[in-house]
C-alpha cells in the first residue's frame, strides 16, 4: 500500500525524493515511496518565545528582563537551509530538536541588542522604560540583516517585567515611598496655604467692604452737616429779612402817627384794643384825664 501524506495550511512543505527536491508548497498532499522521501515542514504561522536574562546597567546595577517575542517564517526554503525541519510523514512529528532551536536563536539576538541599549541606562532608567526598551530592541531588530539571513520577520518584541535585585527593589520603594510621602505633605501643605490665603483674601475684602461703608457714611453724615448748617443759614436768613421786613413796616406805619395828637394817637390805641379779642380791658382815671385834657394850645383859646 502507497502512504499518503497531507500537510497543514499553515506549513511550508518541501518533498524531496532521491535526495532532490521533488516538489514545494504550503500544505501539499500527496502519495510517496516512504523508502526514498523525505518530507520537511517549516511551520509559516505565527510563533512565541519566552526568555529572561539578567544585564547590567550603566550604574553596575543587575537587572533581570523577562518577556516573550513573536515571529514567524517568511522564506521557508532558507529557513530550511539552516535548521532541519525534517518530520515523519506517518506521525507527522519532528526528527530533530531544530524547530525549538529558531526561537533560542532569536532570543539570542534579542539579548544581544538589549544588553548594548541597558548598558547605555541606569537602573532607574531602565526601570521605569521598559516599553520605549522593547521599542528599541525591535527596530533595531528590524533594520539589521539578521532576521533576513534566518528567513525570519520580527512581529513583536516585548518585556513583560523589568526587576531589580530584592534588596535594591526594596530600596528604591523605599525611596519612592518617601517620595510620595513628600509629595503627599507637600500637597498638604499647599491646601493649608490655599485655604488661608483664601481666609486671607475674604477678610481682605470684608474689611475693603467695611472701609467703603465706613467712607459713605461719613460722606453722608458730612453732607448731612452741610444740609442742616444750610438750612439753619437759610432759616436765619429768611428770619433776619422778614425781621427787617416788619421793622421797616412798623416804621412806616408809626411815621402816620409821628405829627398827630398824642390824645387822639391813645384814643385810636384804645379803639384798636377793644377791638381786639383780649378778654377785658380797664380803662383807668388818668387815661380819661388824659383824653379830656384839652391840648395847652387850645385852653388859651
Do not use: C
Amino acid at each position: 500500500m502507497i502512504p499518503y501524506f497531507k500537510g497543514q495550511p499553515t506549513d511550508y512543505i518541501l518533498r524531496y525524493s532521491g535526495g532532490r527536491l521533488s516538489n514545494s508548497g504550503l500544505g501539499l498532499a500527496f502519495f510517496y515511496w516512504r523508502y526514498n522521501t523525505q518530507v520537511v515542514a517549516v511551520p509559516t504561522q505565527s510563533q512565541d518565545a519566552s526568555f529572561v536574562f539578567n544585564e547590567l546597567t550603566s550604574d553596575f546595577q543587575e537587572v533581570t528582563l523577562q518577556g516573550q517575542i513573536t515571529f514567524r517564517i517568511i522564506n521557508a526554503k532558507l529557513t530550511a537551509e539552516l535548521f532541519n525541519f525534517t518530520i515523519d510523514p506517518m506521525k507527522y512529528r519532528y526528527l530533530s530538536e531544530d524547530y525549538d532551536k529558531l526561537g533560542k536563536r532569536l532570543t539570542n539576538l534579542v539579548q544581544l541588542e538589549t544588553r548594548a541599549e541597558v548598558s547605555q541606562r541606569t537602573l532607574q532608567e531602565s526601570l521605569r522604560d521598559a516599553s520605549r526598551l522593547s521599542k528599541v530592541v525591535l527596530e533595531k531588530l528590524r533594520s539589521g540583516s539578521l532576521l533576513t539571513n534566518l528567513g525570519v520577520e520580527m512581529l513583536s518584541a516585548d518585556f513583560l517585567s523589568v526587576r531589580a535585585k530584592p534588596e535594591v527593589g526594596k530600596a528604591l520603594e523605599a525611596e519612592l515611598r518617601e517620595a510620595l510621602l513628600r509629595k503627599a505633605d507637600e500637597a498638604i501643605y499647599a491646601r493649608r496655604a490655599a485655604v488661608v490665603d483664601e481666609e486671607k483674601h475674604i477678610k481682605e475684602k470684608e474689611l475693603a467692604s467695611d472701609k467703603a461703608l465706613e467712607d459713605q457714611r461719613k460722606e453722608l453724615i458730612a453732607l448731612q452737616g452741610a444740609n442742616a448748617l444750610s438750612e439753619a443759614e437759610n432759616n436765619a436768613r429768611a428770619r433776619e429779612v422778614s425781621a427787617e421786613a416788619e421793622a421797616k413796616a412798623a416804621e412806616m406805619q408809626m411815621v402816620v402817627f409821628k405829627d398827630m395828637d398824642p390824645r387822639k394817637l391813645l384814643a385810636y390805641a384804645i379803639k384798636e384794643m377793644s377791638q381786639a379779642n383780649i378778654g377785658q380791658l380797664t380803662i383807668t382815671t388818668e387815661v380819661l384825664a388824659n383824653l379830656l385834657q384839652e391840648a395847652p394850645g387850645k385852653a388859651q383859646r
